[in-house]
Structures are given as structure tokens and as C-alpha cells.
């Protein structure tokens, strides 16, 4: 194996230009020096979180927005579960999905970094204590919530973003899928999903009234513990 | 620099740098390369590129388009495996449609020919079939998808979204769980196609 | 379909180790076992930075919490009327009263009843309360065990210990309550030297402290005697260095189990 480095094989800079676009420009010195396939690049690339890119401001408010909506269905079916008051599929519908969107609360997070954003406080009105109503609106969010990411994913400015958009959106689909057969509606109603504006899911979120102030669980009092 | 053969006009201008100088001869994995070796991400989205990927995805949508149209047609399959199968082959044709549409006179691929076999009549073959299609399709779209211009990725994701309903459903009926990890991994083109032999179905 | 998995590198990778990758690996000529030579190479398929084994499943969270919209008490039965505990609206220190909600509701004449975790003595007591006195719940997903022997305080978070530091704890004259109970509020900006920047209110209470004028909650809190640290030095509470309390302070919820062995 002959070693080569980025640099001998880049002559035009169509790599490393290539590269730049795909990372901000914040690595190409580097691995114009690395050896291709040696440990070099192999610990090169166990890059730490914080040397990923930086988001444009576009990005980061697309990323900001989703993850609250990711905030709530987690939140809304990780209580459905813990309530268990739904029936047995949809219990397990719950469990399921609440963990892959508490997942995904993980991840955007992870990709905003500084500018992830905290949770809302939810109160969910006893949605989540009831079958019929609770799979309604799940099957809402998850329709809405896969219909957005398609408006998003024409929207973001990182191919980066966007690919890891898309490895969620299809996610959500399957989730809406599922909660339709288990509300035993059409799981695929037309050949081709549309995209909807991010106006409409906060016309869907205010019209449950499911984000309530926060609780005031911190306080500025002398402590008064024993000591 | 680089002297090249066939395609050279279809390569984008890094990778025909790399061939040039690089030459023949693989580089061992130091943990990295898959075996396959993964090809140069260095093409920006343009039109021309567009029409190679939905040419592509074609491909993928030709035999899932002519799986349930089969099954359809034979008519062996009872109960909400046979809807299922004739929903999702109306809306696949709509699909191949579509990306035919797309394309228009730059399409230069044919329907292939398949096989397939009992998987299209009989019910506990084809459930397993149809989530092996749906998954393929999924995991193809999502590898392609950032590759495209705007336009074509509003195109691709409406479609890929409809394809992650039908593996969701798919699934359900197997018994299985529909979304067993909560983010979808995109396939490049050498596991797609591996996963489209792999069917048995291709002829 | 079975998708390869990326080898030797696993979870190490970060998100943009993982665009690093396609970006920089060379495609090496030579024939491909795909397409026909006359078929054109298509682009590359980016990695995506969520990709499955980026991306672990949502942990199970550690425990739940919800605050309580409307004093109320916990019963022994779903609408029954005997009573473990009073689930007051507010703390003592004015900010609103959370309790833990268990796995557990039933209906009771249409009402939903569910099963909680609310201070009571030597440790937590569980009891059921309406449904309908409590808010949206918030799942969290650490822990703090605090080792009266070892004199340290150790947090966990989904499996891995992310914090430990030793501490006072109470006095053998006032100790520190053993058992199971949950942080239950957060105070900072206050004057008070004494517990330091930031201090937790918990669900424990000091047996020895119970005509205190604040209910004699057991805090975990800094310190403006850190020489006294680790050591049993306390009226109960758990001190740390103030160091050590910012710390945690980042790590920690309210709503965080804490278990005092």
C-alpha cells in the first residue's frame, strides 16, 4: 500500500473545495497533510462534537424549531406510557416511539450544541389518558411532524443538516403509519406526501394548548434546609 | 494530468483527478473504507446530476412498481394483504410516473425484467418480500436525496415519505416492529444494488 | 436489508468525523461491482450524521415528575380516604411542589387516579392523587446515590457515572435520613454564604429538625467551610464544595431520584 496524502492527489483543489463546502472550511489544512487510510486520519476523524461546523443562523432556527416539536411528542408519548392507560397497541406504539423521539430530541441536540434550546413545559390535558383521542392526535403529529421536515429539508443550507433530516423524516413516517393502522385508518392515503409550512404546525400546537408555563421549581429565597 | 476513457464528461472534476493520478490498486482499510470503497463525495448538485440520481432511483421504483402490480394482478393474496398490495402498487405506478415525468427525454433506462417467483401470490412469502422492497427503497432514496437540487429533493422526499409509510405498514403486518431505530441510515449505490440482487428477484 | 456498519471506528465517531469520511475517502479506479462500465458513477452518498448507531434510542428515563397545579394529598387507595400524606401546592421556599409519578393509574367513577411519591417520613411514601392535581410529566434521566459511608455523592446518568464528589453529611447528632427520596427544588442568587451558590431541596427530612420553621428538608448544598469536607458535619444536609455543587448543578434536575445509603 503506497501511502498518499490528500495533498499529492488534490493538484486543482477540487477535493479540499469539495471538502470545505461539506465541513466549513474548518479542516482542509489538515487533511491536506493526512495520509488517506492511515491512522493519522483514523484518529483524525474521532472528531469531538464541538469541531463539527457551525450552523448557519437559518439552520440553527430550522433545528431549533423541529427539536421543539420533538420536545412534545416525546414528552406527550413517554407519558402516554408511563400513564398506561391506553389500549396494549397503542401502549406499545408509545413505547416504541417515545423512545425513538426522545432519541431524536438527542440528536438534534447534539447537532445544535450551544443553541440547543430547553424543553417546553407541557401539560397534555388528559390526551394522554385517553385511547381514541390520544392516537387522533398522535397520528396528527406524526403526519404534520413528516410533512414539515420535507419543507425543511428544501429549506436548510447544509447538505449536512439536511441528510440527517431525512434519515428522521423517514422515521416519522413510519411512525405515522403505524399509529394509522393501530387507529385502523389508511396508513398511506396518497401516492405522494405533501410538505406543509411551519405556520400550520404552530396552528396545530396552539390548538391543543399543550405548552403551559413553566413550573417555578427554582427559586431565589434564603435556603431554609436544615443544614 | 489524467487520462481517462468512457465517462470522463459524467465525472466531476475531482474525481477525475483522483482516477488520473491515483490509478489502479486499492487502498488497504485501516477501519475506514468500507470494502467497496465509498466514491468521492465531491459533486455539487446540478440538473445534469439530478437526472443520473432519479435515473437511478428509477431503477429501485421499476421493482417495487412491478412486485405489486404482480401481486395485484394475480390476485392470490385475500384480506388487507390483498389492499395493501393493490394501494401500494397504484401509488407506486404513480411514482414511476412521476420520475419518468421527471426525467422526460433524458430517461435512457428500460423496465427491467423480474422474477418473482411465489413471492407475489403467496402470502407468507410475500409480507417478508414486500418489507425487504420498502427498506430498499427507504434506505436508497435517503442516500440520494442530499445529492439533489432543491426542486428534486421536494420530489424525492415526498416520495421517500410515502415509501417509509409503506414499510411501516409492511412491518406491522410481519409482526414486526415498524421503526426499530430512531434515525434511518441512507444506502449508497453498491448496498442498494447489492440489496436489489439479493431479492433474487432481478433477472 | 441489512446496512453495513461502519467498522473499528463505532460510537467514536463524531457528527462531522462521519461527513469527514465520505469527503475524504478515495474512490481508487478499478472495476466496481455495481453498475456496467457504461453506466455513469453517481455521487456519493453523504453519511448522514444521525445515523443509526449515532443515534441510541431514547433512554428510559430514570423517573418522572410532575408538579402539582392544586394542593391535594395522597390516599393509600385510588379515591379512598385514608391518607398518606398532604401534597401541599407550594414548598417552603415558594417555588412549586413536584412529586414522582409512579407507573400506576386507575379509574375510579371517571376519575383517573395515578400513583406518586411525595416526602414523607423516614423516607418517600407513595400514595395515589387525581390525576387531575398534577401537570404534564417530565421524564429525567439521572440519579444521585449519596454513600454515608464513603462520604461521597455520586450522580449516574442513563448508566454512567457523569459526577461524584465527596461530602459532609449530618452530624451523629442529626443525621442525614436514609433512603429514597428526590430533588425537589433548585435555589441560587440568594445571600447566604453558608450554602454556598446554588443549593437542592429534597424530600428528605431531618427526624431531629421536624418543628423547623421550614419543615426541615434536607438540602445538598456548597459551603463556606470546605475544610470540613468529606466529614459528618452537618444538621442533615449534604454539603460539597462550591466547586463541586456548580457542578452538579449543571447535571442535575430537579425531579432527580437521590437514594441515601
Redesign the interface.
Known amino acids: 500500500m503506497s501511502d498518499l496524502t490528500l495533498d499529492a492527489v488534490d493538484r486543482s483543489g477540487a477535493i479540499a473545495e469539495a471538502f470545505d463546502e461539506l465541513t466549513g472550511g474548518t479542516r482542509a489544512d489538515f487533511f491536506r497533510k493526512a495520509v488517506i487510510g492511515g491512522a493519522a486520519l483514523t484518529a483524525a476523524l474521532e472528531t469531538p462534537a464541538a469541531a463539527q461546523p457551525r450552523n448557519t443562523a437559518k439552520d440553527v432556527a430550522i433545528l431549533q424549531f423541529d427539536l421543539g416539536l420533538e420536545y412534545l411528542q416525546a414528552a406527550m408519548y413517554s407519558e402516554a406510557e408511563r400513564l398506561g392507560e391506553v389500549s396494549p397497541k397503542t401502549l406499545e406504539w408509545s413505547r416504541v416511539v417515545g423512545a425513538n423521539e426522545r432519541g431524536h430530541v438527542e440528536a438534534i441536540r447534539g447537532l445544535l450544541g450551544r443553541d440547543a434550546v430547553k424543553s417546553p413545559s407541557f401539560n397534555f390535558r388528559g390526551v394522554t389518558e385517553d385511547d381514541r383521542v390520544f392516537t387522533e392526535t398522535a397520528v396528527a403529529f406524526e403526519d404534520l411532524t413528516a410533512a414539515l421536515l420535507k419543507t425543511q429539508a428544501v429549506q436548510v443550507d447544509s447538505r449536512r443538516v439536511l441528510t440527517a433530516l431525512a434519515s428522521l423524516h423517514s422515521v416519522e413516517a413510519r411512525h405515522a403509519a403505524w399509529i394509522r393502522h393501530i387507529a385502523g385508518i389508511v396508513p398511506a392515503a396518497d401516492a405522494f406526501d405533501q410538505p406543509t409550512s411551519k405556520a400550520r404546525v404552530v396552528k396545530l400546537v396552539d390548538s391543543t394548548n399543550f405548552v403551559t408555563s413553566a413550573p417555578r421549581t427554582r427559586g431565589r429565597r434564603q435556603p431554609g434546609y436544615t443544614g | 494530468m489524467s487520462s481517462l476513457g468512457e465517462n470522463s464528461r459524467d465525472l466531476t472534476r475531482g474525481q477525475l483527478l483522483v482516477r488520473g493520478v491515483v490509478g489502479t490498486g486499492a487502498l488497504a482499510a485501516g477501519g475506514i473504507l468500507v470494502a467497496g470503497l465509498p466514491k468521492l463525495a465531491v459533486s455539487r448538485p446540478s440538473r445534469e446530476q439530478d437526472d443520473r440520481v432519479l435515473e437511478w432511483l428509477l431503477q429501485v421504483e421499476y421493482l417495487q412498481e412491478a412486485f405489486y402490480t404482480d401481486a395485484d394482478r394475480r390476485g392470490a393474496l385475500d384480506g388487507e394483504l390483498r389492499e395493501f398490495a393493490s394501494l401500494v402498487a397504484e401509488q407506486e405506478r404513480a411514482h414511476v410516473a412521476e420520475l419518468e415525468e421527471a426525467l422526460g427525454a433524458n430517461k435512457s433506462s428500460k423496465r427491467p425484467d423480474f422474477d418473482f417467483g411465489d413471492a407475489t401470490t403467496n402470502r407468507d412469502e410475500f409480507i417478508p418480500a414486500a418489507v425487504e422492497l420498502e427498506e430498499i427503497a427507504v434506505s436508497a432514496f435517503n442516500g440520494k436525496v442530499p445529492n439533489l437540487t432543491k426542486p428534486r429533493v421536494l420530489t424525492a422526499m415526498k416520495i421517500v415519505s410515502v415509501e417509509a409509510r409503506h414499510v411501516g405498514w409492511a412491518r406491522d403486518l410481519a409482526g414486526r416492529n415498524p421503526a426499530p431505530q430512531p434515525a434511518d441510515s441512507p444506502a449508497t449505490q453498491d448496498q442498494t444494488e447489492a440489496a436489489m440482487k439479493n431479492t433474487g428477484f432481478m433477472e | 436489508?441489512r446496512?453495513?456498519r461502519?467498522?473499528?471506528?463505532g460510537a467514536?465517531?463524531?457528527?462531522?468525523?462521519l461527513?469527514?469520511?465520505?469527503?475524504?475517502?478515495?474512490?481508487?479506479?478499478?472495476a466496481?461491482?455495481?453498475?456496467s462500465?457504461?453506466e455513469?458513477?453517481?455521487?456519493?452518498?453523504?453519511?448522514?450524521?444521525?445515523?443509526?448507531e449515532?443515534?441510541?434510542?431514547?433512554?428510559?428515563?430514570a423517573a418522572?415528575w410532575a408538579?402539582v397545579l392544586a394542593a391535594t394529598a395522597a390516599h393509600q387507595e385510588p379515591a379512598g380516604q385514608a391518607v398518606v400524606a398532604d401534597v401541599p401546592a407550594r414548598t417552603?421556599?415558594?417555588?412549586?411542589n413536584?412529586v414522582l409519578?409512579l407507573?400506576?393509574?386507575e379509574?375510579r367513577a371517571g376519575e383517573?387516579w395515578?400513583r406518586a411519591r411525595v416526602p414523607g417520613e423516614p423516607d418517600d411514601v407513595r400514595g395515589w392523587m387525581p390525576?387531575s392535581a398534577l401537570?404534564?410529566?417530565?421524564?429525567v434521566h439521572a440519579r444521585l446515590v449519596i454513600d454515608r459511608k464513603r462520604l461521597t455523592a455520586t450522580l449516574w446518568r442513563n448508566g454512567r457515572r457523569v459526577f461524584r464528589a465527596v461530602v459532609g453529611i449530618g452530624a451523629p447528632a442529626?443525621p442525614t435520613p436514609s433512603g429514597h427520596f428526590y430533588v425537589?427544588?433548585?435555589?441560587?442568587?440568594?445571600r447566604?454564604p453558608?450554602?454556598g451558590p446554588v443549593?437542592f431541596?429534597t424530600s428528605a427530612r431531618?427526624a431531629e429538625?421536624s418543628d423547623?420553621?421550614?419543615?426541615?428538608?434536607?438540602?445538598i448544598?456548597g459551603t463556606d467551610r470546605p475544610d470540613l469536607i468529606p466529614g459528618r458535619v452537618?444538621?442533615?444536609?449534604i454539603r460539597m464544595t462550591n466547586r463541586d455543587i456548580l457542578r452538579l448543578a449543571r447535571l442535575m434536575p430537579?425531579g432527580t431520584p437521590v437514594r441515601v445509603e
Do not use: D, K
Request: glycine share 14%.
Open positions: 436489508m446496512h453495513t461502519r467498522t473499528g471506528l467514536a465517531f463524531a457528527l462531522a468525523g461527513l469527514i469520511v465520505a469527503a475524504v475517502a478515495v474512490v481508487i479506479a478499478g466496481s461491482s455495481g453498475p462500465a457504461a455513469p458513477v453517481l455521487p456519493a452518498s453523504p453519511r448522514s450524521a444521525l445515523a443509526p449515532n443515534v441510541p434510542l431514547g433512554p428510559r428515563p418522572y408538579p417552603p421556599e415558594g417555588t412549586t413536584i409519578v407507573g400506576e393509574a379509574r383517573l395515578v390525576r401537570g404534564g410529566y417530565t421524564p442529626t425537589r427544588n433548585q435555589l441560587h442568587r440568594y447566604r453558608f450554602y443549593a431541596g431531618s429538625a423547623w420553621p421550614a419543615g426541615g428538608f434536607v438540602g448544598h452537618s444538621a442533615g444536609c430537579v
